[in-house]
């Protein structure tokens, strides 16, 4: 496990997506981490488009889909969507979606910061990018 980022996109295109796979590799760049495979699901945006390829290759990294219909294999991402649901967009009621997109930034930090996870020995998932 490892800090996890994550945005509310309004569409997902392959503009976005490779805008986010591209921030991600900066964020781990700046830790001194190279991503080495980009695991995705088959949506057409990751498979059928080169703005993602382009910016998997830019990273020197190696693009893994997982088997259609079957989203076990990746299951942190799934596991982290589970929790998304429960702790961040139903734990409380929200006026709009605007209203909870501006608090994903906070359970963001909350999630890699200072959430235990036990997984990873009641650290907080950054506890693997610095020393503890």
């Not at 006026?95 to 930090?109: G, T, Y």
Request: with cysteine.
């Amino acid at each position: 496990m490892v800090v996890v980022g994550s945005v509310v996109l309004r569409r997902r295109n392959a503009r976005s997506c490779a805008a986010f796979i591209e921030r991600a590799g900066a964020f781990f760049a700046s830790h001194g981490i190279s991503i080495e495979r980009v695991m995705t699901d088959n949506h057409w945006s990751y498979t059928k488009t080169k703005a993602v390829s382009d910016v998997i290759a830019d990273l020197g990294a190696t693009h893994k889909r997982i088997r259609p219909h079957c989203p076990w294999q990746n299951g942190k991402v799934e596991r982290f969507n589970r929790t998304l649901q429960i702790e961040w967009a139903h734990r409380q009621v929200f006026e709009s979606n605007n209203e909870r997109s501006a608090a994903l930034p906070d359970f963001l930090h909350r999630y890699n910061h200072h959430r235990r996870h036990h997984a990873l020995g009641g650290q907080p998932p950054i506890s693997r990018l610095t020393p503890t």
